[in-house]
């Protein structure tokens, strides 16, 4: 058995492919599909089972058309609603996929039909874990309902043992979440790769032996999730289609300044710096990376057109991202010609040098700014900026968050609104709170 990873760090995800060198089961795949079908071409093997270990919250899941494409088995908990077609998993159902034996585990807790794949092979076990057991942690137990959150915690610290005692200390583990995901909890590592038996010593879900202890620190540690994960789970059960990736012909200079005028979202992928440097007023900066697709999906408001601007090859790759949490279509633009306007950008010393303190507002999370904040400092989460831009106090603003990246998009949705800006583009450090 071989198992190949697709990871996405863009969301934090990983997918897996599974083969014994002829057939090949995928776990979790996500909607950009192209990726594992060019993967499993690669290898030379034949896709005969696609599974999901959860309706998934934080991206479109690729399974359905997967499992069509290939006229493979889509194996989903028989417990969850779903449109699409799939054959029904229980808890202990064994499949055979080529000369590997497939095993599923009920593990409620980061969802409440959750399931993990356990495949053994020649002698070797391989764990898919999904968003049950993680490097270091679990996946957080808190997006079904507010009301169900203590309940599933508890589920989640049991599941998560039931599956170390099910698999043997040299199984490997293949979790979904963990590596950036806001679907983890509490000290999920960010390792690469893991051992059952390495978690059994390890992680906290496993050490713990006082369960309500562990409710209580898991659920006091969960912190704010993007607010595009109540539109995944929907998407998902309803059997999403196939991503489309055109690059569309990019609108005209004049028809893209009548989107700006018209309050359209047009979002300039460029860099913070080249950004705040020089920019069509009236575009947001969502400088293109691996946040990006977390941000703009947390930050501007749901299911409104955006046409995105940059160049070629990352207005390519924003499509493909987008397109993983159901952001479909964007509209490219030209902005050639068009007048630049800007704004400061400095670090901390600008700050320091200031006989007065301006208006400075903090975008991070409430739990980063309740760790330590400047004194007098305005706390206005990025995610929230976009409905409480009212509520910034008038003024210059300074605007920093933990490195700059956030600071970078809030300010150019304050410049966009018609503030004076300073993006202070700067690391923080712990030791600034309390400064004035």
């Known amino acids: ?23 090949a089961l995928v776990v979790d795949p996500q909607r950009d599909i192209d990726r594992v079908e060019d993967l499993a071409r690669r290898l030379g093997v034949r896709i005969t089972h696609v599974a999901e270990t959860h309706v998934h919250n934080d991206y479109v899941t690729g399974g359905p058309e997967l499992a069509r494409r ?44 959750h399931l993990a794949y356990v495949v053994t092979h020649d002698g070797r076990q391989a764990v898919f874990s999904g968003g049950s057991l993680l490097f270091g942690s679990v996946g957080r137990t808190d997006l079904v309902a507010p009301d169900k959150t203590a309940d599933l915690t508890r589920a989640q610290y049991r599941s998560a043992r039931t599956l170390a005692g099910h698999a043997r200390k040299d199984a490997t583990l293949h979790p979904t979440h963990g590596f950036g995901s806001f679907c983890s909890s509490g000290p999920a590592t960010g390792a690469d790769a893991s051992t059952i038996g390495e ?22 540690n969960l912190t704010a999730y993007p607010s595009y994960y109540a539109h995944m789970a929907p998407l998902n059960r309803s059997g999403p289609g196939a991503a489309d990736l055109t690059v569309p012909a990019p609108l005209r200079p004049d028809e893209l300044r009548a989107r700006i005028d018209a309050g359209h979202w047009v979002v300039d992928l460029r860099s913070r710096v080249a950004y705040a440097a020089g920019h069509v007023r009236g575009t947001v900066g969502i400088e293109y990376g691996d946040s990006f697709t977390t941000y703009l999906g947390w930050t501007l408001p749901w299911g409104e057109p955006i046409t995105l601007v940059g160049a070629e090859d990352d207005v390519r790759a924003a499509i493909r991202d987008l397109s993983r949490i159901g952001v479909d279509h964007p509209a490219v633009g030209d902005v050639t010609g068009l007048p630049t306007t800007g704004y400061p950008r400095v670090s901390w010393a600008a700050l320091d040098e200031r006989a007065e303190q301006p208006v400075v507002l903090d975008v991070r ?25 009212d509520q910034v106090p008038p003024g210059e603003v300074w605007v920093h968050c933990a490195s700059g990246y956030r600071a970078g998009i809030a300010a150019s949705l304050l410049h966009r609104a018609g503030r004076e800006v300073v993006h202070i583009d700067d690391e923080w450090t712990p030791a600034r709170a309390g400064s004035s």
């Open 1 to 23: 058995m071989n198992v190949e990873t697709i990871d996405t760090a863009a969301l934090g995800d990983r997918s897996y492919l599974a083969h014994d060198g002829t057939v």
């Open 70 to 113: 290939h006229d493979a088995v889509y194996l989903v908990a028989a417990a969850e609603d779903v449109a699409c077609e799939r054959h029904p998993v229980r808890p202990g159902d064994v499949f055979e996929v080529g000369s590997m034996t497939v095993t599923a585990l009920a593990t409620p807790g980061h969802t409440e039909h």
């Open 199 to 220: 978690q059994r010593a390890t992680n906290h879900a496993l050490t713990d032996e006082d369960e309500q202890h562990f409710v209580e620190t898991l659920i006091a």
């Open 365 to 389: 999370r409430v739990d980063e700014f309740d760790a330590g904040h400047i004194a007098d400092a305005v706390n206005i989460p990025l995610h929230e900026l976009v409905r409480r831009m």
